[in-house]
């Protein structure tokens, strides 16, 4: 198993599975900042998404490119937290692409942010986009571990209690 956690990661960042969208999903989200949002300081919702080069069959991300996304997370946000005062919030990976998503308070730089920080991965195509989110509804329904169905998730850290020894990884 591994785990990459990067440099803006700590004890708040919680990983489960669920389904979005009907698809398979690993969400990554900071669960620690739950009781201060919405954040009226930060009323955009800024997202990235950057598609896999070789997906695993269900959609998940690949041991293959385990390396590469893990680089692109440790470019990306840095940067878009920077230049754009904005706040990582979660993850998602789903689909054949991982998904991240930050808080700002305005879209100003984002796109640049974007482009320079996933230039020097060759082959990754990537989108971007922005929403005004003022009750930051990404993060409290999508983001945000619900438990209204729990047959739909289930906490990777339990998975792992329960097969110590799986080939699994949180990515």
């Known amino acids: 198993m591994r ?8 004890e708040n960042w919680k990983p489960y599975l669920c389904n979005v969208n009907s698809k398979p999903a690993s969400i990554l989200v900071d ?13 955009w919702l800024l997202w990235a998404w950057v598609y896999f080069k070789q997906p695993r069959a269900d959609g998940l991300s690949s041991s293959e490119e385990f390396a590469t996304l893990c680089a692109i997370e440790d470019k990306l946000t840095p940067l878009v937290e920077e230049r754009c005062r904005a706040l990582a919030v979660g993850r998602i990976t789903t689909d054949g692409r991982r998904e991240f998503y930050y808080y700002g308070p305005n879209v100003d730089g984002f796109e640049k942010a974007v482009r320079e920080s996933l230039s020097s991965f060759d082959g990754y195509d990537f989108a971007q986009g922005n929403q005004y989110d003022p009750q930051w509804n990404q993060y409290l329904t999508v983001l945000f571990p619900s438990d209204e169905d729990p047959r739909q998730r289930k906490s990777l850290w339990r998975l792992f209690r329960e097969n110590p020894r799986s080939n699994c990884q949180i990515d």
């Open 3 to 10: 785990v990459h956690l990067p440099h803006f990661i700590n």
């Open 31 to 43: 669960v620690g900042i739950r009781t201060t949002v919405p954040d009226p300081a930060r009323q």
